[in-house]
């Protein structure tokens, strides 16, 4: 059974009164835009899934994330888990100038193994 959905949200003017903790820092006059698609899988005799975020906000930044995870039974009563995430942004050069800000990458990985007795 594979599920797959791929949604869309765009906001005029994010923060119109200014009146947030980041205000100082991006121009709430832009729009923001995102998108996700998001997946579940079986493969391999496990269920794989996916997940791809993304988030454009004109002349501020781009942000993303993407998220994998796969778990899986390896023997009567134990559960195996590993997931990975990428998270990225890239800084408007605008916006990096005015605030010395540069672009940045995060990456995880976690594996778990659950025995159900």
Do not use: C
């Amino acid at each position: 059974d594979n599920n797959q959905k791929i949604t869309g949200v765009q906001f005029n003017r994010g923060n119109p009164k200014g009146d947030s903790d980041v205000s100082g820092a991006l121009d709430w006059s832009k729009n923001i835009y995102g998108a996700a698609a998001i997946g579940s899988y079986d493969i391999a005799g496990g269920q794989f899934n996916p997940q791809l975020w993304l988030a454009y906000m004109s002349d501020n930044a781009f942000l993303y994330a993407l998220d994998a995870a796969y778990s899986t039974t390896i023997f009567d009563g134990i559960n195996w888990t590993i997931e990975g995430a990428y998270l990225g942004n890239s800084v408007d050069n605008k916006l990096k100038d005015r605030l010395d800000a540069a672009n940045g990458n995060f990456f995880a990985l976690r594996g778990t193994v659950e025995v159900n007795g």
